[in-house]
């Protein structure tokens, strides 16, 4: 807890970022605390995760995750990473852009010392909140389906039929367009 009696760590979206995370192939360790942080590693990357209820929470939390990783960091040889090392810092709380907090969370968001930084307000508390927040260390979703499931054509000949033109004449339209013949070539 921190000092007003609210928690400091917004439990509901730190163990979504680690459900995305986990799906894309990242090694997770918690790190409890204040902030409770994950830290999530795959080949690419190095990832130190910090979700407040607040953005001033955030705020703070940047400060103290930054510690941490750079501690990690200290101990071990990430080799080529040490390029790719992330703080990312999540809030549902929304930033109006008049706000003090907005400017804060843009300095945050183009501080590169030491390690890059993002800081997300406003993620939704879904899996696809948070996978979009997460984006630029998840591999994008394939589509197994195709985006038009039907034959445009038919839905044409389908939909001519349905405003009254016969099926003889709309299957006749259907075959001149795909021959590039005109409307009044098979009137």
Avoid: C
């Avoid at 894309?24 to 990832?47: H, K, M, S, W």
């Avoid at 995750?65 to 990473?81: C, I, P, W």
């Avoid at 590169?112 to 508390?125: L, M, Q």
């Avoid at 696809?128 to 195709?146: K, N, Q, S």
């Amino acid at each position: 807890m921190s000092g007003n009696g609210t928690a400091f760590s917004d439990a509901d979206l730190l163990q979504l970022a680690s459900d995305v995370l986990l799906e894309a192939g990242f090694a997770l360790e918690t790190i409890d605390g204040e902030p409770r942080l994950v830290l999530a590693e795959n080949q690419y990357f190095l990832v130190a995760i910090a979700a407040t209820p607040t953005i001033e929470q955030l705020l703070v939390a940047e400060s103290l995750t930054e510690s941490v990783l750079a501690h990690r960091l200290s101990e071990s040889d990430v080799g080529a990473k040490v390029w790719d090392v992330y703080v990312v810092l999540l809030t549902q709380e929304r930033s109006l852009e008049s706000e003090s907090s907005a400017r804060a969370l843009y300095q945050i968001n183009y501080d590169t010392s030491r390690v890059r930084r993002i800081a997300r307000d406003a993620v939704p508390p879904t899996i696809d909140g948070v996978r979009a927040a997460l984006a630029p260390f998840v591999a994008p979703r394939e589509i197994t389906e195709p985006s038009v499931t039907a034959d445009p054509l038919a839905l044409l000949r389908v939909e001519l039929q349905s405003s009254g033109v016969s099926a003889d004449l709309s299957s006749r339209a259907v075959a001149a367009f795909e021959q590039g013949a005109s409307l009044a070539d098979i009137l």
